[in-house]
C-alpha cells in the first residue's frame, strides 16, 4: 500500500476532524461538570483515572500494534489468539488493581470501593472485538475515527446525565462503567468482529517477541506522563490537585492529536511500506510533516499566550489559577508533539527501542528534576521540571532518526523557531496594549517560593 499524499492528507483530515470533534465534547463535558462538582472531585477523578490508566499499562504487550503490523494479522486464528490474550490480560488487572484498592486507598486518602468500581471497567474493555485494530491496519481512516466520535459523544452525555443527577465521584464511575458497555458492544457492530477462545502458541509468541517493546514503552510512557499527577496528588491540596487537571487536560490535547496522528497515519503507513527505502519514506513524510507541525506551531503559540483569557472565560473563578499553569504545561507541550512524530515513524520501521530509551530518559529526567523543581520554586518549578523532561525525550530519538535516516533535526528546529517567533509576537502585542501577558501571574509565585 504506497504512500501517496492523497492518502496521507485524507487521513490527516480525518484524524483531525475526528479530534476536534472529540476535544469538543470533552470541552463541553469538562466545562458543564466544573459547574456541577466540586475542584476536590476532579481531583479525586484524575487520581482515579491515573490508577487505572496505569495497571492497563502495566501489561500492555501491545496487541494493537501487533495487528497493524503483523503479516499473519489476516488469519482468524492470529485475531482469536490476540482477543483471548486481551481478554486473559482484562482478567488479571481487574484482579490486581481490586487488590492494590486499599493500600492506594490510604496513601491518597480516597475511597477504596472506588478504585474498585474503576477497575472493573477494564473487564468490560477487555471483551471488546479486535475489529477496532483492523480498521487502522487497513487505514480506513472514517470508519475509525467515526466509532471513537461515537464513543465520546455518547461518554459525555452519560457523564454529564449521571453528574446531574448525582454530583459525587460515585456517578463518574457509573457513567464510565456504562459508556465501557457501549463501546464493547459497538466494536462487534465493526466489520471482522467474530472473536472466540483460541490459543495459537506460534501467534501468541509472535505477540510477545514484539509486545516486550511495547510493555516497556508503555510503562515507561504511564510513567512519564502521570509522575507529576502522582506527586502532586500528595502534594498539594486536593482542589488545587483538581485546578491542576483542568489544565493538565487542555494541555494535553495538542499532544494527544499528535499521539493519535503517529498511531493512526504515520505508524501504519510507515509499517506498510515493506519494500520501501528510507530516503522515499521520508520524502513521503516531509510534506505531510511540514502542514501538520506549522499548525501545531501557530496552535501552541496562541495557546500559550491566551489561555488565562480563555480560563477567565470559560470557567468560574474557583478554576482561574489554570490559566497561568496551562500556559507553562503548552511549553513542554510542543517537545511531547515532536517526540510523538518521531516515535511512531520509527515504531512503523519496527525500531521500538528508541522509543524506550527516549521514555526512559524523560522519567529519569522527571523523577529528578521536578521535585527538585518543586523544592525550589513551588508548582512553577515543578512545570519548568516537566518541559525540561520533554527536552530530554526528544534527543534519543532524533539520534535513532539520524542513524535509521529518516531524520527531521532540521525540520523541527525550524518548526520550534516558530514557535518562538509567534509566541514572543503574541506576548509583546498583547503586552503592549496593556492586557498583560498569560505568565504574569507566574511571577509572584516564583518570588514567593511557588504555590
Known amino acids: 500500500m504506497a504512500i501517496t499524499q492523497k492518502k496521507a492528507m485524507t487521513g490527516a483530515i480525518w484524524t483531525i476532524a475526528s479530534f476536534g470533534g472529540t476535544t469538543g465534547i470533552r470541552f463541553v463535558s469538562n466545562v458543564v461538570l466544573s459547574r ?21 499499562l502495566l501489561t500492555d504487550v501491545g496487541i494493537a500494534q501487533n495487528v497493524v503490523r503483523s503479516r499473519n494479522a489476516d488469519d482468524q486464528s492470529f485475531q482469536n489468539s490476540a482477543w483471548t490474550l486481551q481478554f486473559v490480560r482484562s482478567l488479571i488487572l481487574c484482579s490486581i488493581l481490586s487488590i492494590a484498592a486499599y493500600p492506594l486507598a490510604n496513601l491518597y486518602e480516597i475511597p ?3 478504585i474498585q468500581l474503576s477497575a472493573v471497567t477494564i473487564i468490560f474493555l477487555g471483551v471488546s472485538s479486535t475489529s477496532i485494530f483492523y480498521l487502522q491496519r487497513n487505514l480506513q481512516f472514517g470508519r475509525a475515527n467515526m466509532f471513537e466520535l461515537s464513543c465520546d459523544f455518547v461518554t459525555a452525555v452519560l457523564i454529564i446525565f449521571f453528574a446531574y443527577m448525582s454530583p459525587t465521584i460515585w456517578s463518574i464511575l457509573i457513567s464510565g462503567l456504562f459508556a465501557a458497555v ?10 471482522r468482529a467474530r472473536n472466540w477462545f483460541e490459543w495459537n502458541r506460534v501467534h501468541v509468541r509472535e505477540i510477545f517477541s514484539f509486545g516486550k517493546w511495547m510493555f516497556l514503552s508503555s510503562l515507561l510512557s504511564f510513567l512519564c506522563m502521570n509522575f507529576d499527577k ?36 504515520i505508524f501504519p503507513m510507515v509499517s506498510s511500506q515493506h519494500a520501501a ?21 501557530l496552535g501552541v503559540a496562541c495557546g500559550i499566550a491566551f489561555s488565562d483569557v480563555a480560563v477567565w472565560i470559560i470557567y468560574d473563578p474557583r478554576y482561574f489559577d489554570a490559566g497561568w499553569i496551562l500556559a507553562m504545561l503548552l511549553i513542554g507541550t510542543w ?3 515532536l ?14 527501542g528508541y522509543g524506550v ?63 518562538v517567533a509567534a509566541t514572543a509576537g503574541l506576548m509583546w502585542g498583547r503586552s503592549a496594549a496593556g492586557y498583560g501577558t498569560s505568565l504574569d501571574a507566574v511571577l509572584p509565585l516564583l518570588s514567593a517560593g511557588g504555590v
Open 36 to 56: 456541577l462538582i466540586t475542584p476536590e472531585i476532579f481531583g479525586i477523578a484524575m487520581v482515579l483515572s491515573t490508577f487505572r490508566s496505569g495497571i492497563e
Open 182 to 191: 457501549f463501546r464493547v458492544g459497538l466494536s462487534y457492530l465493526l466489520p
Open 357 to 419: 530509551v527516549a521514555n526512559a530518559l524523560k522519567l529519569a529526567g522527571i523523577l529528578l528534576l521536578l521535585p527538585i523543581g518543586y523544592q525550589w520554586m513551588g508548582l512553577p518549578g515543578a512545570l519548568i521540571g516537566l518541559a525540561v523532561g520533554e527536552i530530554v525525550r526528544y534527543l534519543p530519538l532524533a539520534i535513532g532518526s539520524v542513524r535509521e535516516k529518516t531524520s527531521f533535526l532540521l525540520h523541527d528546529l525550524a518548526m520550534t523557531a516558530i514557535v
Open 230 to 265: 502522582l506527586y502532586l496528588a500528595k502534594t498539594i491540596p486536593l482542589a488545587t490537585v483538581g485546578i491542576y487537571a483542568i489544565a493538565r487536560t487542555i494541555a494535553d490535547l495538542p499532544a494527544f492529536l499528535a499521539g493519535r496522528l503517529g498511531y493512526s497515519l
Open 112 to 114: 477504596a470501593t472506588a
Open 277 to 297: 527505502t528510507r530516503f522515499e519514506i521520508r520524502s513521503g513524510l516531509l510534506a505531510l510533516r511540514t502542514k501538520l507541525l506549522t499548525l501545531a506551531a
Open 335 to 337: 517537545g511531547a508533539i
Open 339 to 352: 517526540s510523538a512524530f518521531s516515535e511512531f515513524t520509527l515504531l512503523g520501521l519496527s525500531k521500538p
